[in-house]
């Protein structure tokens, strides 16, 4: 008997919605699951005592202690290794590593080992660990503290990666993370923290791993993007609907890996034109496995070759005005559009 | 080498110094360490002003309380050594004579900086006066210092590497890795590790097994030592020694200097979640800078003398911001320059055909590789 079923009594049952932040929507699926399921627990630098470094995990270890809300000291390979043996012996670890800039330091414990275990040992032991950090530019924080690796690890056989970009998603995939049986990187990403949205407070609500969703309907063209990426890019589809008259469709990845291109091909091949939009280095990036996949699938339909806008291929410099310079920011995306669309 | 052992209190006012007849080189040199400690302090007071006026960006490091420790450390160093530290650099960067102005247009990320407005706060440098970095990965600086002291064997120069790391860091594998290279190949390096109580909101004895970062050395039979972190002549005297033991016997060492962050972890960050208002207030009783101040009446130096040198400091911090206001900010279109050698352009060039969008103008057309 699972966990799930042996501690119904447990999960609050609560129904409607709530507008709350993205940061709030992740501790609502946190402190759900944890209620939910024993074997769940956090771990990371400062998500204890000090709440997290940005507030995610706040009021968790007063409501569940420091067994289940473990601090760790600032040894990134040691504790993700950690939590990738813990969920070989069946317990649900969620990991928080502070930046997503820290987890290269991990990069074996991740790569080598967590997305390996089950292929290698022939199905016999699984890693259900669950990895959240959050990704993204744009604060000045310089060449060291402002990358989005997710092509890295999407790229990975034998890992899942989401990375959310609005609080309902947030919650729904957090948790959905946490009852995979597989090891599922979580993107999350520091401007949109803050970001408010509707919340659906149904604790059994999560958003299935590998389905986009349609964030904004349209004809005229598709833009696919992820996280962050997919903020600028509604707002940039609002402005081509006031600015230009033109319609576009918003597809939202939210997974990763396992990507779903169906979703991406059906809406391409009503539009006909693709621009995909990343916060990272479009080379060998999310961008440019979302080209492949579009020309291979959808060749027939498409009037213009897919566009990708995606971080200026430079470590990030400090100056604010090369910063801007250097990010796919909105006017770099309209640009794109229109020049996709044939109107420049 | 046993380690050898001194406890984490504080002293009061070094009075050492004081005795015997006392020449005025001794008091002017003095002088000037305490000139350039009250530099920092004034220097970081104005860097949380300038950040809460959105002028400086990104994470802001301030070391205000650690002055002894840094000046300490780095006037121990020869002109040849060099010198690697963590993001909390603008003391070290400060102390080792890197212009203010230099400093503080990098802070506002201008043309003048000391790395042109590339690196921030985290991220001084100057390489010329043999400052190789302030970097931002806990501990990643520890295994690039250690490269930095085998290249200064393999080209047979008599010079040390000081590595500066904080507390927090001597749990990450690179300290471990480092530490074994270090004293396998007898590098001439010592790791200076700060230990300012905290590592963020993570005291030393919440992170570390062994929170005596010093005894940590002996797995690596390397020498190990503790120094009170505020008192100037002490972070010196230990320096200099484990510095020339470095540069001329080829044996590295740790230096675990004990002192204290008044400020948050970053301006951002309160500094209180995690500790008392009054064991912040406990720790500015002894403050490092009045210690030496009173260390330099004792020693006979004029009232006057000292308040000059705390208004030379003031006016250099001052002359700092008006030197950064002027300075440009970086040109847009040599965004990419300094991404790789010059030459690299040739290579890639044969990349652009098919660059996603705005890659020509703002990547190939803007230096890449010139
Ligand atoms: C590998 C890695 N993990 C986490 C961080 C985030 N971080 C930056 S500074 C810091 C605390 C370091 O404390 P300490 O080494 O004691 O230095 P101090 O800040 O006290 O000078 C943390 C956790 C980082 N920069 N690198
Ligand atoms: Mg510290």
């Not at chain 2, 001794?26 to 000037?32: D, E, Q, V």
């Not at chain 2, 002055?67 to 690697?84: I, P, S, Y």
Request: charged fraction near 25%; proline fraction near 5%; hydrophobic fraction near 45%.
């Amino acid at each position: 008997m699972s966990a799930v079923e042996e501690m119904p009594a447990m999960t609050e049952a609560r129904s409607g919605v709530e507008r709350m932040t993205y940061r709030e929507a992740l501790r609502l699926a946190m402190r759900e699951e944890m209620l939910r399921d024993e074997r769940v627990f956090l771990m990371g630098e400062e998500v204890g005592l000090f709440e997290g470094a940005y507030k995610v995990s706040a009021g968790l270890l007063a409501q569940f202690g420091p067994d289940r809300v473990r601090d760790t000291p600032i040894s990134e390979e040691g504790f993700v290794g950690a939590g990738v043996g813990a969920a070989m012996l069946g317990e649900r670890p969620i990991v928080e590593i502070m930046t997503l800039n820290f987890l290269l330091v991990a990069m074996d414990q991740v790569v080598n080992h967590a997305a390996k275990i089950r292929a290698m040992f022939g199905g016999e032991v699984g890693c259900p660990i669950v990895i959240r950090t959050p990704g993204g530019a744009g604060n000045q924080l310089t060449a060291q503290h402002s990358q989005s690796f997710e092509g890295w690890f999407a790229g990975t056989p034998g890992l899942k990666v989401v990375a959310p970009s609005n609080p309902a998603d947030a919650k729904g995939l957090l948790k959905a993370a946490i009852r995979d049986d597989d090891p599922v990187l979580v993107i999350e990403n520091l401007p949109i923290y803050k970001e408010k949205g509707e919340v659906p407070l149904d604790p059994e609500f999560v958003v299935p791993i590998g389905r986009a969703a349609i964030a904004r309907p349209g004809k005229d063209i598709t833009l696919i993007a992820h996280s962050f990426a997919t903020v600028r890019t509604l707002a940039v589809a609002e402005r081509l609907a006031q600015r230009h008259g033109v319609d576009a469709e918003v597809v939202d990845l939210r997974s990763l890996r396992p990507l779903d291109v169906e979703t991406v091909a059906q809406s391409v091949a009503k539009t006909n034109r693709a621009v995909c939009v990343e916060e990272g280095w479009p080379s060998y990036g999310v961008t440019a496995e979302l080209a492949a996949r579009i020309q291979s699938a959808c060749f027939d339909d498409l009037d213009a070759p897919v566009e990708r806008v995606g971080m200026a291929e430079v470590p990030l410099p400090y100056a604010k005005n090369l910063e801007l310079a250097a990010m796919p920011g909105e006017d770099r995306i309209e640009a794109a559009v229109l020049h996709t669309l044939g109107r420049t | 080498m046993p380690s050898t052992r001194t406890p984490i209190r504080k002293r009061s006012a070094s009075v050492e110094v004081a005795q015997g007849p006392v020449s005025a080189e001794a008091i002017a040199s003095r002088l000037a360490r305490f000139e350039q400690m009250c530099l920092i302090r004034n220097f970081e007071e104005e860097a949380e002003r300038q950040y809460k006026a959105a002028r400086i960006g990104g994470y802001c490091h301030l070391s205000s309380g650690q002055e002894a420790m840094t000046v300490g450390a780095v006037q121990a160093m020869r002109e040849h050594d060099l010198l690697v530290t963590g993001y909390r650099c603008h003391g070290f960067a400060l102390a080792r004579g890197v212009p203010p102005q230099a400093v503080m247009a990098e802070l506002f990320g201008r043309r003048d900086g000391c790395a042109h407005g590339r690196g921030g706060s985290m991220h001084l440098l100057d390489a010329g006066r043999g400052f190789l970095g302030g970097w931002g990965i806990v501990a990643g600086q520890l295994p690039v210092a250690t490269g930095v002291a085998l290249s200064l064997v393999r080209q047979g120069r008599t010079a040390a590497v000081l590595c500066e790391l904080g507390d927090g860091a001597v749990n990450m594998g690179a300290w471990h890795e480092s530490l074994n290279l270090a004293s396998l190949w007898r590098l001439p390096i010592v790791y200076l590790v700060v230990n300012n109580e905290y590592g963020m909101g993570t005291s030393v004895q919440r992170a570390s097994a062994e929170p005596e970062a010093f005894r940590r050395a002996a797995a690596y039979r390397m020498h190990g030592e503790r120094v009170d972190g505020d008192d100037l002549d002490a972070v010196a005297e230990a320096t200099q020694r484990l510095l020339s033991m470095a540069r001329t016997d080829r044996k590295p060492a740790v230096l675990e200097a004990v002192t204290y962050r008044y400020r948050g972890h970053s301006v951002a960050d309160a500094g209180l979640a995690y500790r008392t208002r009054e064991e912040i207030a406990a720790h500015k009783e002894h403050d490092p800078i009045e210690r030496v101040a009173e260390s330099l009446l004792q020693m006979g130096a004029q009232e006057s003398e000292i308040a000059h040198a705390r208004e030379r400091a003031r006016a250099a911090v001052a002359e700092a911001v008006r030197f950064a206001e002027q300075s440009p900010p970086p040109e847009l279109s040599a965004l990419a320059e300094g991404v790789y050698c010059h030459g690299s352009d040739i290579q890639f060039a044969r990349m652009r055909p098919g660059s996603p969008f705005g890659e020509q103008e703002l990547v190939f057309d803007a230096g890449l590789g010139r």
